[in-house]
């Protein structure tokens, strides 16, 4: 499982023009069920993106193709999750042991 932050950048002012691709972005990553919740950091600091089921160079790419990335309007930072304990709905979360 994947943490992944979107953090402004000096170029946040041009969000309004890529949220459109932006917001296609995120629903992608949902339909492909690879994107299991995402969010906005408060107070008005960037997004994030819990993932799942799929590589690290996979995650990698699809961030980098994330119009938000490709225009400088956020910087990436992702961390790898090793889930050891979880509610039962989230089972599926957990690193084989």
């Known amino acids: 499982m994947f943490l992944t932050f979107l953090r402004f950048s ?26 299991l919740c995402v969010g906005a950091l408060q107070p008005a600091a960037g997004g994030a993106i819990l993932s799942h089921g799929e590589s690290r160079a996979a995650l990698d790419a699809r961030i980098a193709a994330d119009p938000f990335v490709v225009h400088g309007i956020v910087t990436a930072e992702t961390h790898e999750i090793d889930a050891r304990r979880t509610i039962p709905a989230l089972d599926f979360l957990k690193a084989p042991a």
């Not at 023009?17 to 690879?34: L, P, R, V």
């Open 10 to 35: 000096d170029n946040r002012a041009a969000a309004p023009d890529f949220m459109a691709a932006h917001n296609d972005w995120i629903s992608q990553g949902f339909a492909e069920g690879k994107f």
